[in-house]
T-cell receptor, first 112, second 112 residues
Framework: GAGVSQSPSNKVTEKGKDVELRCDPI?????LYWYRQSLGQGLEFLIY????????KSGLPSDRFSAERTGGSVSTLTIQRTQQEDSAVYLC??????????FGDGTRLSIL | KQEVTQIPAALSVPEGENLVLNCSFT??????LQWFRQDPGKGLTSLLL?????REQTSGRLNASLDKSSGRSTLYIAASQPGDSATYLC???????????FGTGTRLKVLA
């Protein structure tokens, strides 16, 4: 079966532009996570969706970051007015409750 | 606040050696602990998931142990191969949350 799919795989944009990153989780997985991985850094938790519950947004670094999960499936992470420090790899993962997380290959975002 | 540390940060070994990677965490009230590998430019691949009630998990040449009281986990790799070269990350979920906290990883290189 298909794994977690993220698009685009690479995104280069100018400072100040808005970007949208997409994640297609594994079908049936109720949990979806977004992480950010900066060069030489560990994974930084951004946001967590579980079923129909309110998302845990405690990891979002600023109000320029937002995420949605429509119909309990596809999720989009939006970064408004991008800054150079937003450059990183953005990883999405999905899982069933208390089961291993499955990761996509990430979107490499570069802000010029 | 849960903090996860991995030692060593980097390791280089000749092929065939058995090796141990270490992970420590500051809050022993965890739900589970997961070990991942990450290949360059890729997402994370789950290796082993240890529930809080378990002491170890095994998969092939990999064995992960968990000692909650001391806040430690080890990943044992037997008879290492060049294909094992990757970054290995551990992550914990604290009780009462679904948020994974990651260590910064151990970068392993197995020399042929």
């Amino acid at each position: 079966g298909a794994g977690v799919s993220q698009s685009p795989s690479n995104k280069v944009t100018e400072k100040g532009k808005d970007v949208e990153l997409r994640c297609d989780p594994i079908s049936g997985h109720t949990a979806l996570y977004w992480y950010r991985q900066s060069l030489g850094q560990g994974l930084e938790f951004l946001i967590y969706f579980q079923g129909n519950s309110a998302p845990d947004k405690s990891g979002l670094p600023s109000d320029r970051f937002s995420a949605e999960r429509t119909g309990g499936s596809v999720s989009t992470l939006t970064i408004q007015r991008t800054q150079q420090e937003d450059s990183a790899v953005y990883l999405c993962a999905s899982s069933s409750l208390n089961q291993p997380q499955h990761f996509g290959d990430g979107t490499r975002l570069s802000i010029l | 606040k849960q903090e996860v540390t991995q030692i060593p940060a980097a390791l280089s070994v000749p092929e065939g050696e058995n090796l141990v990677l270490n992970c420590s965490f500051t809050d022993s009230a965890i739900y589970n602990l997961q070990w991942f590998r990450q290949d360059p430019g890729k997402g994370l691949t789950s290796l082993l998931l240890i529930q809080s009630s378990q002491r170890e998990q095994t998969s092939g040449r990999l064995n992960a142990s968990l000692d909650k009281s001391s806040g430690r986990s080890t990943l044992y790799i037997a008879a290492s191969q060049p294909g094992d070269s990757a970054t290995y990350l551990c992550a914990v979920v604290s009780s009462g949350t679904y948020k994974y906290i990651f260590g910064t990883g151990t970068r392993l290189k197995v020399l042929a």
